[in-house]
């Protein structure tokens, strides 16, 4: 499922234009990534956790030369499903 059909659904679902759902997913979204760079948890229970955590300063290899890289330490989002959505996604098996 890709964005599009995510508005969709959301639109049919909620009997909203497409415009609507499409700006309440933006606006969704924007909220997660803003919390996100602040470096605030978004927890939406029975869903999951939106964090981010800190990667280490690393050497690492170019695939192509073998030469040695300094890759630099930064911040990687991350996303923990909730226990709920884990028990229904393995009961849909």
Known sequence: MNKADLVAKISKDADIPKAAAMQAIDSFTEHIIKAMQKGEDVTLVGFGTFTTSKRKARTGRNPQTGQTIKIA?????????????????????
């Open 73 to 93: 330490a930064r911040k990687v989002p991350k996303f923990k499903a909730g226990k709920q959505l884990r028990d229904l996604i393995n009961k849909s098996r």
